[in-house]
């Protein structure tokens, strides 16, 4: 399985936009990109996820390198509800719908009043 | 939609009991999985089940069993509990559809010490 690597934490100020990076430098052509959040004390949550092209949706948007090795998920506006662990992951379609995901420890995220 | 709901939220047993977590969806998912999260780590895969009657190992099964009992509910069972199972687990669905694109939804998670 192809792997992820992001920076253990990082802080932003409330109110600023945050870019949280990801590489995947051995990503295959079919890997799509997720990112999970999981706020204090809850679950992981769906942020958003790509393939090739940049997106964009109510939560964040999500930038990708033209080669695909690396992606940056942009939250364009950092709030205090915004405190969470961000989990960049790689998904492949499997013919046999056993579709795993496989969480890494991801990137804490503090953000300062 | 109530979404993913699990029972119990917590739940303290003596090493040795025995016990099983309940998941259910009302989203009509057919995948659904059992995560563990140890504090300070990732979420890691125990099993999962890609369709009703299914079911498969995930990266960390031993000391657990599980049951696809319909299309809604997949339980977890500890059948001997170990101090090393002291953790929260969360319940998840999805549907992937044709293209494989899909999202997760998780429960709140129960959070289990065993003593």
């Known amino acids: 399985d192809a792997k992820t690597t992001q920076p253990n934490s990082m802080e932003s100020n409330e109110e600023e936009p945050v870019h949280l990076p990801c590489n995947h430098s051995?990503?295959?052509?079919?890997?799509?990109i997720h990112w999970y959040r999981q706020l204090p004390s809850q679950g992981p949550e769906y942020v958003i996820h790509?393939?090739?092209s940049n997106v964009n949706n109510r939560m964040a948007s999500l930038a990708i390198a033209e080669d695909r090795k690396s992606s940056t998920l942009i939250l364009h506006r950092a709030t205090l509800r915004d405190a969470a662990v961000y989990y960049c992951?790689?998904?492949?379609?499997?013919?046999?719908?056993?579709?795993?995901?496989?969480f890494g420890k991801g990137t804490r995220l503090h953000i300062l009043p | 939609n109530a979404g993913v709901t699990q029972t119990p939220k917590f739940q303290v047993l003596k090493t040795g009991q025995s016990m099983t977590l309940q998941c259910a969806q009302d989203?009509?998912?057919?995948?659904m999985y059992w995560y563990r999260q140890d504090p300070g780590m990732g979420l890691r895969l125990i099993y999962y089940?890609?369709?009703?009657?299914?079911?498969d190992k995930g990266e960390v099964p031993n000391g657990y069993n599980v049951s696809r009992l319909n299309k809604r509910e997949f339980s977890l069972r500890l059948e001997s509990a170990a101090p090393s199972q002291t953790s929260v687990y969360f319940c998840?669905?999805?549907?992937?559809?044709?293209?494989?694109?899909?999202?997760?939804?998780f429960g709140p998670g129960t959070r289990l010490t065993v003593t």
């Open positions: 998840a669905s999805s549907d992937p559809g044709l293209a494989g694109i899909y999202e997760q939804y």
């Open positions: 051995t990503i295959s052509g079919t890997d799509y």
């Open positions: 790509g393939l090739t």
């Open positions: 992951i790689l998904t492949q379609f499997s013919v046999n719908r056993d579709d795993k995901i496989i």
């Open positions: 989203m009509n998912h057919n995948s």
């Open positions: 089940s890609a369709s009703e009657g299914t079911t």
